[in-house]
Every structure is written in C-alpha cells, then in structure tokens.
C-alpha cells in the first residue's frame, strides 16, 4: 500500500491536467493487464477466469470495490496480485477524488489558474462590477468574465459565467492566474477601499501590469480623478471612464437642456431601447463620404453619429468627409448592426 501512496503523491505534484490523465492511465493499465494477467494464472485452476471476458469482468468490479464475489483467485499468486489490484484502485479513485475536492476548493478561493482566451477581466472589485457583468452578459452570450480582487471569496457566484481569482490586481503573478496574456478586454475598476489618488494610482500599475502581459488587450478604465486620467493614458489604458469629471458634466447638462438624463441612461443601458455602438468600417464604406455612409446605415434602422480614429472622435463631422480605412464607425441602434467587411 505505501508503494501506491508514493506512487500517486507524485502525481499530485503534478500539474492536475497531467495527473488526471496519468491517473486515468494508470486506472486503464491496472485493469486491462490485471485482467489479463489473472486470466493466465487462474484459467487451467479455475472455471471463472476461463475467458478473457471474466478476468476483465472480475477486474472491474475489484477496481471499483464492488466486488460481488462471483469471481474470485483459488491460487497464492492470483490472491496477491487481486491484492495489489485492489490497492491500486483505492489509491486511483481516492487520488481522483480528493484532487478533484482539493481543485474544487482552491477555485472557489480564487487559488487557481483560469484556462481561458478571449474573456474579460475586471481588476478591482467595487459595487459597479455586477452592473459591468450583467450588461456584458446581455449583449455577448456566453461570455466569460474573470474577476480579480483581494476577497476570500467570489463576490459574484451567483452569476452565470463568472470565475475568480484573488488578489492584488497589481501583482503580474496574479493576473496571470486570471490569463490576462489571452484575455480580450480588461476593465480596471477604482478600489472603494482606498481614498480617490490612492485608488488612480493603484489603477494605474494595475494597467501597467496588464500592459507587460498582453500589449493587444484592449484596457478600460476607471478613474475617480479627473486630473489623473492623462497617468492612466500613459500607463496603456485605451479608454478612461473618469466618474468624478463625468457626473459633474452630465449634471450641468442636465440642468440646461431637459431629458438628458433619459437620454444618456437609454443610450448606456442594455435592457430596452437603444444602445451605443461601434463596429470597424466595412471595406465596402471605406473611400465613401459620412453622409452616404449616413444614409445607408438609416436605411437599416441605425443612426451613424460619428468617427472614432487614432484615440480620437469626432462627433457629426462634415458630409463630405470621406471614411478611411481602420475608422470605427460609431451608432446609435436597438442591436448590433453586421455589415460585410466590418469586424466589431
């Protein structure tokens, strides 16, 4: 019994991918040359280990610990390797079962590595993060969103598609736990624990961090400081929520010009109405002024409201304007719009 204790505590050293399946190997080895082994020492001796078949039969139900004593060894030597099968059944199961209890306990701690590409990451955990994951989840079905912040454990389990991971969203070890290397989207949310420069600043190592993994990603951030938005540009955020400048301005527009308010909240929540968007120029449109472009998009239901380019947009630009190629188109409509050639 000790030489299959070692045995497997080896494995368990393993990464548990790989021990699984050298487990699983191991199972299929101990039962197919049990099996065989049993039926040549038992077959002249004894009737139950004539054929293959019921050598392979008595080595299931032994493995499992079933044993339902319709087949049993007569000699010493089939005796001891049923021992030695029998062992090595305990020791399989019970290595599967508890790594698989041990894995299961360490992700819901946010102790282990998410095996995912093409997901989001939200870095810092606030009250805004189940909001940012309910409207994500709306618009893309099946969508995987990791989040990464300093709790015991997930502050979102019971959401659908949500994985996590703990930690310091700073720290590279830990984003590379949440495979931020082959992640689509990050989004850097402020941490509510701290005061508004500490939280800016730890969002911009936080964007730093995720930067010298994965240069392509595209980074979304938020700020509590208007003043520090220009850190977290040079830090490789793509685009900068900044809560403090934005809510100050929404309010002051608000009190000019009536609905607003509806406005932006219909313009930016995914439940009714419609929603911002934006989708890469088509080829077809590239070349083309922004008011046939205009008129075409209003032929299907959307209304094309400006150009965003190099960082920069530009909001109801001139007729004549011609669209270049890699422009994004940005609109207002019910849903995503597909035209041939664009690649959102």
């Known amino acids: 019994m000790g030489l299959f204790i070692r045995f497997f505590k080896r494995l368990k050293g393993l990464t ?18 049990g099996a065989l082994v049993m039926h040549l020492l038992e077959r002249d001796v004894n009737p139950n280990f004539a054929t293959y078949g019921n050598s392979l039969w008595w080595a299931v139900t032994t493995i499992t610990t079933v044993g339902y004593g319709d087949e049993y060894p007569v000699t010493g030597a089939g005796r001891l390797l049923a021992s030695l099968v029998m062992f090595g059944g305990i020791g399989s199961f019970g290595f599967l079962a508890g790594t698989l209890l041990e894995e299961l306990l360490k992700r819901r701690q946010g102790l282990m590595k998410v095996n995912l590409k093409d ?8 009250f805004k993060a189940e909001k940012v994951v309910r409207e994500i989840s709306k618009e893309l079905a099946n969508s995987k969103v990791v989040i990464v912040a300093d ?23 830990v984003l590379e736990m949440a495979n931020v290397s082959k992640a689509k989207t990050v989004i850097v949310l402020a941490d509510n624990t701290k005061d508004d420069q500490l939280a800016d600043a730890h969002s911009v190592l936080t964007t730093l961090a995720v930067r010298d993994l994965n240069p392509s990603c595209k980074v979304v951030a938020e700020s509590l400081n208007p003043e520090n938005t220009h850190h977290l540009e040079h830090a490789g955020a793509d685009e900068i929520v900044s809560i403090g400048d934005f809510t100050a301005k929404l ?9 607003i308010t509806h406005l932006i909240s219909e313009l930016m929540m995914n439940n009714e109405g419609n929603e911002l968007y934006s989708m890469k120029a088509p080829s077809h449109m590239t070349g083309v002024r922004f008011g046939e472009a205009f008129l075409e998009m209003k032929r299907m239901g ?24 890699g422009e994004y188109l940005v ?12 690649n959102q």
């Open 16 to 33: 548990s991918s790989r021990g699984y399946g050298r487990a699983g190997l191991f199972l299929i080895a101990l039962l197919l040359l």
């Open 119 to 126: 997901h989001f990451v939200i870095c810092s955990y606030n």
């Open 151 to 173: 709790t015991e454990e997930n502050p979102l389990s019971g959401l659908e598609g949500v994985y996590f991971v703990r930690g310091d969203s700073t720290k590279e070890a």
């Open 251 to 259: 309010i002051s527009r608000s009190s000019l010009h009536v609905g």
């Open 302 to 325: 959307t209304i094309l409201i400006g150009i965003y380019s190099g960082g920069r947009i530009v909001i109801n630009p001139p007729s004549d304007q011609v669209l270049k190629l």
């Open 331 to 342: 609109y207002i409509a019910e849903r995503p719009v597909l035209l041939g050639g664009s």
